[in-house]
């Protein structure tokens, strides 16, 4: 069984190491997680963000690169925005390219492709929110261009009768 308060520890200790991220699977869709996500990661924090989607070439003022092979740089951590049967496939991409950290998103699991990562040395993070966990663990910075990214507000809000 897993513990909590050590499991939010080693997530935290990935968050503060980190210092470049591929949003794999980004969408050019304001209303899409991964979009909010990447807004976020560009907005408010530190980090290197890199973008990958073969299906588009710009979110976010940012050129989007089709793979992770792609990359000008090797990304300290893959955050996966993807299908579960295409987790393998970034799984074995990640391991590729020699980053350090695999995340699969909120609801993603993909065991065997965890398994196959931890065996190449990466540290492994499943069904969790990067931008959440972040903005828990480690805090955002005020948003560094001095405006919203389009996409930040609302990605993760609820509404109720009231909103409206």
């Not at 909590?4 to 899409?32: C, F, K, M, N, Q």
């Not at 987790?87 to 020699?98: F, R, Y």
């Not at 560094?144 to 609302?154: E, H, Q, V």
Request: aromatic fraction near 6%.
């Amino acid at each position: 069984m897993t513990d909590p308060a050590r499991e939010r520890r080693s997530v935290g200790a990935v968050l503060l190491a980190t210092r470049s991220v591929a949003v794999v699977g980004i969408s050019d869709h304001p209303t899409r997680p991964s979009f909010g996500v990447a807004a976020y990661l560009v907005d408010r924090t530190d980090y290197d963000v890199y973008l990958v989607n073969p299906h588009i070439t710009e979110v976010l003022g940012r050129p989007v690169y089709p793979a992770l092979d792609r990359l000008p740089v090797v990304p300290d951590l893959v955050d996966t925005f993807r299908r579960s049967s295409a987790l393998g496939e970034v799984a074995d991409a990640a391991i590729e390219v020699g980053a350090r950290v695999l995340w699969f998103q909120l609801g993603l699991r993909d065991e065997q492709a965890a398994d196959r990562a931890r065996r190449a040395g990466l540290e492994v993070v499943m069904d969790r929110c990067l931008r959440t966990e972040h903005t828990r663990l480690v805090g955002a910075k005020p948003y560094l261009r001095g405006k919203r990214a389009p996409g930040i507000s609302g990605v993760h809000r609820r509404t109720s009768r009231r909103d409206h």
